[in-house]
C-alpha cells in the first residue's frame, strides 16, 4: 500500500497571513485533505507579495497561492449566527484544525480548543500565534522584525559597530509554519492512537528562540553574553567574501589542513601555521582576510565553490533568485514543479522539501479562489457526520512517541536536535557514536564548556551537547569492525527509527543501504539528512549550516541596507532542516500505521532552504527583479526598523503597519518635545519620507528603556520589541510564565541548568526534557545486555576488542576560543561572574549548585 501519508485525515485551516497556512498546507502536501476557511473579504494572505497585475484582485497574490495550494477554500461570516453553525459543523468532521486568532477570540466565539474537542474527542487543535496563548506578551503585536529581535538572533547577527540584523524576508513567519506542521502530527499521531484530542499552544518567539541552542549556553555555562562580531572576521568563519562573480563562504571546521587551500588557491602563504587554527587566525584576522579576498578577486564564486566542494572543503556561495531556478542540483531533485493558476499564470513553484519514498509529497489542486468551493463544502454538511466515539473508559493521554525506539547516528545539530525532540516525545533514543571521532557539540569549535574549563572531562561538560542530546542513551560502536555491523543490524531489528547525517556513500559502503534495512526490519523509518540530498550532482559535496545558508539564497536578501549579503544568526539550515524532518516522519509512521511499512526518508536541507524565500523566487518569474537588501526596514511599513535605546548596545524595535498607528506613535513622540510634520500622516508620505521618519524615531528612543518602549507602543497596538540577547531571553518573565526553560538537574559538577524547551505546549499531555545528555559510551553495556540479551562474557569481550567502547580511541586538541579571544573579537561583550546566581542555579552565599 502506498500513495499519501495522512490519507483520511482533514484539516480545517482557520489561520491567516503565513504560519497557519503555511502548516495546514505542509500537511496537504502530505495527503490531508484540507478545507481553507476564509472572512467574506478573503485571507490578509491574499495581498501579500509579489502580486500579479493583471489579476483579479483578491487573487492577485503569487504568495498566497504558494501556501495554500492543497485546500479547497470556502469564506464563512463568522459574526453571523449561520457561520458559526457552519463552522461547528466543519470542526466535528475535522481531525486537525490550524487557527491563528489572537488568544481568546475563538473562545470569544464559542470556540474554545476544549468545546471543539468536546464535539470531537480526538480533535488537535493547533493555536498559531506570535508569542503563544498565555504570558505577559500573549496579546501583544508582533512582526517578523520584532519576532526576530526578540528572539534573540538579531543580538548575533549584524556588525558589532552597527545595528543588530535580521533575516530578509518572512522567515519568523515560514519557521513558525513549519514547527506548527510538526507539533499538530504529533498530537494527531497521540490522538489517532488514544483517542483522546489535544491543544497546541505554539509561539513563534519561541520557535526562533530554539534556534539559539548555542547562544543560550554560552550564558547558562558560562555566564557570557554574545553580541555581535567585528567586521572583519575570520575569512574560515563562512561570511561571504567578494569574488569577481558573486561571493564565496568557506567554513574551517576545527583545526584546518592548511596545504589544501594552498593547492586550492595556488598560494603558499596558507601553509604559514598562524592560518592552521580558529586561535591563531584570530591574532591573524587582518592578514587572513587580505590573504583570502587576493586569492579569491579574480575567479567567479561558483568556479571556487564547485572545485573546493570536489576538494571536500567546506564551501558555499551566495546564489539568487535566477541562480536558484538554474540550479542543476535543484533540477536534478525535481524541486521545482511548473504549475497553473486558474486566476491565470504559470510559476515554478518549490515543492518538495522531502523525499519520501513510499508516500511523496504532491501538488494535487492550485490555492483556491476566495470562496471557490463554498457551495460544495456545504453540500457536503447536507450528510450527517460520523459520531467519534470517545476514548474507551480509563483510556490514558500518553506520549506521541511512547514505546517507539530511535537509533540517532548523527552528529552536529540538525539531526541530533530532532532526535532529541523525540525523545522530549516519548522516544527512547540510543545515540550511536564513533569510537574514533567525537561528535562537535563534544569538542568542537562553537562548543561551549562549564565555566569555559577544559581541563577536566569536557567532552561530557559541553553546554550544546546537553541540548540537543537531552534524554538519549549513548552506545560507542565500531562500525569498521564486522562486529559492530552486526549489533547495529541487531538494533534495527528491535527500533523504529533510524536517523543520520552520513554522506551518502556511507551506509552503502557498510551494507546498509535501503533494500538492506527492509530486509532487517520492514517496518524501519530511516531519515537520511545531507546537505544537498543523495542523489544529484551535489550530493557528495560537504556542507555545515553555515555555508548552506548562503548557498540556499536567504544571504542574498539578508544585509545592510547597500551593504553585501549577510549570514544571521547560528545554522539557521539546521533547524529548518530539523523541522521539516520532523513533519516528514510523523508523516511516514502514519502511513505505516495504515500499511504496515516503513520508508526512506531522503532530506536535503538545501532544497528546504531554498523553499523558505518563495517571494524572491517568483518576483523574478514575474517580473525580472528581485527583492533588495533592507536591512532591518520593510517595503511597505514605515517606519519598521531597529533603533537605539537607553543602555549600552541596547536596541529596540517597531512596526508601523496602519495610519492609526503612526498617529499613536507621532502623538508620543510629540509629548517627549519631537515635533511630527502631519504631512507624514499616510503610509504613501511615510514611504516617500522614509529617512526623515527613521531620523524622528531615531531621535525618540534613545530617550527610553527598550522595554519601556515595548510597552508603551504595545499599548497602542504597535508591535515592537527590544532586540533582547542571551541573558534576557533567559531572565525573560515571558518566557518564565510559559515555562519554556526547563530546569533539568544535569551530572556534577554542571548541577541544575535552564535549558530551552519546545516552542509549543500540548494541554492533555506533559512533554518535558525526559534527563540529561548522557556520557560517553555510558549505556553501552546496558543497552547489550537489557535490549540485544548478551552476557557478561560476549559484552566483555566486545568490549575488549573495542568493538563497544567507553572512552574514545583518538584524541585532539580542543580548539574553541576561550572568554579573552571571544571578547577581543566582540563575539561576546560581557560576562556575569555572579550568573549562577541571576538563572536562581546557586546558593550565592556558597556558590554550590542547588
Excluded at 513553484?349 to 463544502?377: D, F, I, N, Q, W
Excluded at 517568483?618 to 531597529?642: C, F, K, M, W
Aim: include cysteine; proline fraction near 7%; charge should be neutral.
Amino acid at each position: 500500500m502506498s500513495g499519501s501519508a495522512l490519507q483520511g485525515v482533514r484539516v480545517l485551516d482557520l489561520g491567516q497571513g503565513i504560519a497557519g497556512p503555511f502548516a495546514a498546507r505542509l500537511l496537504g502536501d502530505f495527503g490531508a485533505e484540507v478545507i481553507k476557511v476564509e472572512p467574506p473579504g478573503g485571507d490578509e494572505a491574499r495581498q501579500l507579495p509579489p502580486l500579479m497585475p493583471d489579476a483579479p484582485e483578491a487573487e492577485r497574490s503569487l504568495l498566497f497561492r504558494y501556501i495554500n495550494w492543497n485546500k479547497r477554500g470556502i469564506t464563512l461570516d463568522l459574526e453571523s449566527p449561520e457561520g458559526r453553525r457552519t463552522l461547528q459543523d466543519l470542526v466535528r468532521r475535522s481531525d486537525i484544525v490550524i487557527e491563528s486568532f489572537p488568544p481568546g477570540t475563538l473562545a470569544g466565539m464559542g470556540f474554545s480548543s476544549e468545546q471543539m474537542i468536546a464535539w470531537q474527542p480526538r480533535l488537535v487543535v493547533t493555536s498559531v500565534t506570535d508569542f503563544g496563548q498565555t504570558g505577559p506578551y500573549a496579546h501583544y503585536a508582533g512582526s517578523d522584525l520584532v519576532l526576530q529581535a526578540m528572539s534573540g538572533i538579531m543580538q548575533i547577527s549584524g556588525e558589532a559597530d552597527r545595528a543588530p540584523l535580521k533575516h530578509g524576508l518572512s522567515q519568523a513567519y515560514f519557521c513558525g509554519g513549519l514547527n506548527a506542521a510538526y507539533a499538530s502530527l504529533a498530537a494527531f499521531h497521540a490522538a489517532e492512537r488514544d483517542g483522546i484530542g489535544d491543544h497546541v499552544d505554539l509561539s513563534i518567539q519561541e520557535c526562533l528562540i530554539s534556534e539559539l541552542v548555542i547562544s543560550e549556553t554560552y550564558y547558562s555555562f558560562m555566564g557570557a553574553v554574545q553580541g555581535r562580531r567585528y567586521a572583519v572576521e575570520d575569512p574560515f568563519s563562512g561570511a561571504p567574501i567578494p569574488t569577481r562573480k558573486g561571493y564565496i563562504a568557506i567554513q574551517a571546521g576545527g583545526s584546518m589542513p592548511p596545504q589544501v587551500y594552498a593547492d586550492l588557491f595556488g598560494n603558499e602563504a596558507f601553509r604559514d601555521p598562524k592560518f592552521a587554527s580558529n586561535r591563531q587566525r584570530a591574532l591573524h584576522l587582518q592578514e587572513a582576510s587580505a590573504l583570502m579576498r587576493s586569492c579569491v578577486k579574480d575567479r567567479d564564486a561558483k568556479d571556487i565553490f564547485l572545485d573546493g566542494s570536489r576538494r571536500r572543503l567546506l564551501m558555499g556561495m551566495v546564489q539568487t533568485a535566477p541562480d536558484l531556478l538554474a540550479c542543476e542540483q535543484l533540477a536534478a531533485r525535481d524541486f521545482f514543479a511548473e504549475l497553473s493558476h486558474p486566476a491565470g499564470g504559470t510559476f515554478r513553484y518549490p515543492v518538495e522539501l522531502a523525499k519520501l519514498s513510499a508516500t511523496p509529497v504532491s501538488v494535487r489542486r492550485p490555492a483556491p479562489l476566495l470562496g471557490e468551493h463554498t457551495a460544495e463544502v456545504l453540500a457536503e454538511l447536507a450528510t450527517p457526520a460520523a459520531e467519534v466515539a470517545p476514548a474507551p473508559a480509563g483510556a490514558r493521554a500518553r506520549l506521541p512517541l511512547e514505546g517507539l525506539r530511535v537509533l540517532d547516528m548523527a552528529t552536529v545539530v540538525a539531526v541530533p536536535y530532532m532526535a532529541a525532540l523525540l525523545g522530549d516525545l516519548g522516544a527512547e533514543v540510543i545515540k550511536i557514536e564513533a569510537p574514533h571521532k567525537l561528535d562537535p557539540t563534544r569538542q568542537g569549535v562553537l562548543t561551549t564548556y562549564l565555566d569555559n574549563d577544559t581541563r577536566v572531562d569536557a567532552i561530557n561538560r559541553s553546554g550544546i551537547w546537553q541540548v540537543v542530546n537531552r534524554g538519549k542513551q549513548s552506545l560507542v560502536l565500531d562500525m569498521s569492525q564486522p562486529e559492530g555491523k552486526a549489533i547495529f543490524r541487531d538494533l534495527v531489528a528491535k527500533s523504529d527509527i533510524i536517523v543520520d547525517n552520513f554522506p551518502p556513500r556511507v551506509m552503502a559502503a557498510w551494507g546498509l543501504d535501503h533494500d538492506a534495512l527492509k530486509a532487517i526490519n520492514p517496518g524501519i523509518i530511516w531519515l537520511t539528512n545531507t546537505g544537498y540530498g543523495s542523489t544529484g550532482p551535489w550530493r557528495n559535496f560537504p556542507s555545515q549550516g553555515t555555508t548552506l545558508e548562503v548557498t540556499m539564497g536567504i544571504a542574498s536578501y539578508s544585509g545592510y541596507r547597500g551593504g553585501k549579503p549577510s549570514k544571521v544568526g547560528h545554522s539557521y539550515p539546521d533547524f529548518l532542516a530539523c523541522w521539516i524532518g520532523l513533519a516528514a516522519l510523523f508523516a511516514a509512521l502514519r502511513h505505516r500505521r495504515l500499511a504496515g511499512e516503513g520508508q526512506r526518508i531522503d532530506l536535503g536541507m538545501y532544497q528546504v532552504g531554498v523553499a523558505m524565500i518563495p517571494e524572491a523566487l517568483l518576483q523574478y518569474q514575474l517580473d525580472g527583479t528581485e527583492p533588495q537588501r533592507i536591512g532591518n526596514e520593510h517595503e511597505e511599513y514605515v517606519p519598521s526598523d531597529a533603533f537605539p535605546c537607553r543602555g549600552d548596545d541596547r536596541w529596540v524595535t517597531l512596526t508601523v503597519k496602519t495610519d492609526s498607528q503612526w498617529q499613536a506613535l507621532a502623538a508620543l513622540m510629540a509629548r517627549d518635545g519631537i515635533a511630527v510634520d502631519p504631512g507624514l500622516g499616510t503610509a504613501v508620505a511615510r514611504r516617500e519620507r522614509r529617512a526623515e521618519v527613521n531620523d524622528l524615531v531615531g531621535r525618540w528612543t534613545p530617550l527610553r528603556d527598550g522595554l519601556a518602549v515595548m510597552r508603551l507602543l504595545q499599548e497602542h497596538g504597535v508591535a515592537s520589541g527590544p532586540v533582547f540577547s542571551n541573558r534576557d531571553l533567559l531572565l525573560n518573565d515571558h518566557l518564565a510564565a510559559r515555562g519554556f526553560y526547563e530546569r533539568v538537574r544535569l551530572p556534577e559538577p554542571m548541577g541544575l541548568r535552564p535549558m530551552m524547551g519546545r516552542p509549543w505546549k500540548l494541554s492533555r499531555r506533559l512533554v518535558k526534557v525526559g534527563k540529561p545528555a548522557p556520557r560517553y559510551g555510558e549505556d553501552g553495556p546496558q543497552i547489550l545486555r537489557d535490549l540485544l540479551g548478551l552476557d557478561a562474557s560476549q559484552i566483555e569481550r566486545l568490549l575488549a576488542d573495542r568493538v563497544v567502547c567507553l572512552a574514545p580511541t583518538v584524541s585532539k586538541p580542543i580548539d574553541a576560543m576561550g572568554i579573552a579571544e571571544l571578547l577581543r573579537l566582540k563575539a561576546i561583550h560581557d560576562v556575569d561572574k555572579d550568573y549562577r546566581e541571576k538563572l536562581g542555579i546557586a546558593d550565592a552565599a556558597t556558590n554550590a549548585v542547588v
